[in-house]
């Protein structure tokens, strides 16, 4: 069964500056989706970025930007110049090639501050 | 912007008792899917809907049930409700069936559902 680790609860960043959340994780499959999702207060989750496992590249969407490690099942979410809106948990989440139904795998959560 | 909604937002139920939550799609969106997350958790899939037929089920016992009607509402009841089930429940909708595996899901704000 896929699993998702994200080992670290809480991080904490000064506005400006550059925070990098960790996600790993477990699958024997080789092709699938990897997402990184947003929780603000409001408790709705928002889509922050996504990468397919066969794409190289690693994707990017204006300040958020991921490090894409396939072979150590790593995949990082960096985010530049942290702005006090970016304050949310930020899920990492799995999707694999069978679906299993359009079922998504989430982590446990890092709670991200921003400080001013 | 995603218009997804979700009612009631908050329920206290008691223990044995029966649950509805409903669920507006977004406009255009053929697919549902319901998680649970408890708190302090990331959410975990409970069942999708493609077309008013459940396609994707989750670790979840059966007096967990689910309808997805003719205009993509839907519905998520549980039955004999046990202090466990005590968690946010999150509505995600999306344009496709289980072919588009990077596609993003929208989610709504979700019902926080207290069993006492």
């Known amino acids: 069964a896929q699993t998702v680790t994200q080992s670290q609860p809480e991080m904490s960043v000064q506005e400006a500056e550059t925070v990098t959340l960790s996600c790993t994780y477990d699958?024997?499959?080789?092709?699938?989706?990897l997402f990184w999702y947003k929780q603000p207060p409001s408790r709705q989750m928002i889509l922050v970025i996504r990468q397919e496992a066969y794409k190289q590249q690693n994707a990017t969407e204006n300040r958020f930007s991921v490090n894409f490690q396939k072979a150590a099942k790593s995949f990082s979410l960096k985010i530049s110049d942290s702005q006090l809106g970016d304050a949310a948990m930020y899920f990492c989440?799995?999707?694999?090639?069978?679906?299993?139904?359009?079922?998504?795998?989430f982590g446990q959560g890092t709670e991200l501050s921003v400080k001013p | 912007e995603t218009g997804v909604t979700q009612s009631p937002t908050h329920l206290i139920k008691t223990r044995g008792q029966q649950v509805t939550l409903r669920c507006s799609s977004q406009s255009g969106h053929n697919t549902v899917s319901w998680y649970q997350q408890a708190l302090g958790q990331g959410p975990q899939f409970i069942f999708q809907y493609y077309r008013e037929e459940e396609n994707g089920r989750g670790n979840f016992p059966p007096r967990f049930s689910g309808l997805q009607f003719p205009n993509y509402s839907s519905e998520l009841n549980v039955n004999a409700l046990e202090l466990d089930d005590s968690a946010l429940y999150l509505c995600?909708?999306?344009?496709?069936?289980?072919?588009?595996?990077?596609?993003?899901?929208?989610f709504g704000s979700g019902t926080q559902l207290s069993v006492l």
């Open positions: 995600a909708s999306s344009p496709g069936r289980q072919g588009s595996r990077g596609e993003k899901l929208f």
């Open positions: 989440a799995y999707r694999g090639t069978y679906n299993q139904g359009g079922k998504l795998i």
């Open positions: 699958t024997s499959e080789s092709d699938y989706y």
